[in-house]
Nanobody
Framework: QVQLVESGGGSVQAGGSLRLSCILSGSTNSKCMGWFRQAPGKEREGVAAICTGGSTAYADSVKGRFTISQDNAKNTVYLQMNSLKPEDTGMYYC????????????????????????WGQGTQVTVSS
């Protein structure tokens, strides 16, 4: 079975940093992986995505602060989050596309639809002011 396990969340002060990790197991034939987040009472939004070949895409709100990377040998994707703000607070989910995505932009835009991706259980990020 496909499984994605996130880790690295926690509570930090504004301006602090966290690094999230996502380990993928099982065969998915995914071309892209990404990170999404959801704050209480708000819609889930795409944060960052990366595809085979190393192409990346980011939400405007995190550009210059967050960096997505991957270690193919370990089937792991990372999200380095710097200069964290209170509005970054939320549950962060790792996702892998169901063999349809061709660009990271596509995963960010369409990956909010549950059935278009495999999902992890989430890891909580809380940023206090």
């Amino acid at each position: 079975q496909v499984q994605l396990v996130e880790s690295g969340g926690g509570s930090v002060q504004a301006g602090g940093s966290l690094r999230l990790s996502c380990i993928l197991s099982g065969s998915t034939n995914s071309k892209c992986m990404g990170w999404f987040r959801q704050a209480p009472g708000k819609e889930r939004e795409g944060v960052a995505a990366i595809c085979t070949g190393g192409s990346t895409a980011y939400a405007d709100s995190v550009k210059g602060r967050f960096t997505i990377s991957q270690d193919n040998a370990k089937n792991t994707v990372y999200l380095q989050m710097n200069s964290l703000k209170p509005e970054d607070t939320g549950m962060y989910y790792c996702a892998a596309d169901r063999a349809w995505a061709t660009t990271p932009e596509a995963l960010l835009a369409i990956g909010i639809v549950n059935d278009f991706a495999y999902w992890g259980q989430g890891t909580q990020v809380t940023v206090s002011s």
